[in-house]
């Protein structure tokens, strides 16, 4: 945690503020461009739904359907331009956590515990991005081996896990300091 003390020195509030609002910006353009590059994929099933499905069979009927009545093109482009959402939103999440645990600077513990959703707002992205070269590595969407499915699966699962930890962590700890700040 030393690296995010580090960091956490490095910028101002006013910073983080401005990298806030950037990274809001960012992660709701790259989100607008994911979704029309899946729409024009004619990807037809939920995203959290293919990426939890630890199926390399349900994948397949998934990129059948795209290659037939679609264009699996957009697909993978709608995967590229997911890495810039990745940063955005990895972006986002740290910044948030960074500044929460400046806010709690007499409270250790919570200060604490924001440096580590900051920290797992590094790890979720990480494991998004890998999620997503399994994607778009696959030599051939109709026969790749089911394992590689799974692992999918596994990036994904750790990704959510995390992003949900942290959003509500943090939004747990927002209305922890803002009941302290109130004296409620």
Do not use: R
């Given at each position: 945690m030393?690296?995010?003390?580090?960091?956490?020195?490095?910028?101002?509030?006013?910073?983080?503020?401005?990298?806030?609002?950037?990274?809001?910006?960012?992660?709701?353009?790259?989100?607008?461009?994911?979704?029309?590059?899946?729409?024009?994929?004619?990807?037809?099933?939920n995203?959290?739904m293919?990426?939890?499905?630890?199926?390399?069979?349900?994948?397949?009927?998934?990129?059948?359907?795209?290659?037939?009545y679609g264009n699996?093109r957009?697909?993978?482009?709608?995967?590229?331009?997911?890495?810039?959402?990745?940063?955005?939103?990895?972006?986002?999440?740290?910044?948030?956590?960074?500044?929460?645990?400046?806010?709690?600077?007499?409270n250790?513990?919570?200060k604490?515990l924001?440096?580590?959703?900051?920290?797992?707002?590094?790890i979720?992205?990480?494991?998004?991005a890998?999620?997503?070269l399994?994607?778009?590595?696959?030599?051939?969407?109709?026969?790749?081996?089911?394992?590689?499915?799974?692992?999918?699966?596994?990036?994904?699962?750790?990704?959510?896990?995390?992003?949900?930890?942290?959003?509500?962590?943090?939004?747990?700890?927002?209305?922890?300091k803002?009941?302290?700040?109130?004296?409620?």
């Open positions: 030393e690296f995010l003390n580090k960091l956490s020195n490095k910028f101002s509030n006013k910073s983080l503020l401005y990298l806030i609002i950037i990274s809001i910006l960012s992660t709701f353009l790259t989100y607008y461009l994911l979704n029309l590059s899946l729409q024009l994929s004619g990807d037809i099933i995203p959290i293919s990426q939890l499905s630890f199926s390399g069979e349900f994948l397949k009927n998934q990129y059948l359907y795209m290659i037939n699996i957009f697909y993978i482009i709608a995967q590229c331009i997911d890495y810039a959402f990745m940063i955005s939103y990895g972006i986002l999440l740290i910044s948030i956590s960074i500044l929460l645990s400046k806010k709690f600077e007499d250790i513990k919570w604490k924001c440096q580590y959703f900051a920290f797992f707002s590094i979720a992205p990480i494991a998004d890998f999620e997503n399994l994607i778009i590595t696959l030599y051939s969407p109709l026969t790749f081996p089911n394992w590689l499915a799974i692992l999918h699966s596994i990036f994904a699962l750790i990704k959510w896990s995390l992003l949900i930890i942290v959003i509500m962590g943090l939004l747990i700890s927002a209305i922890f803002l009941l302290i700040k109130y004296k409620i």
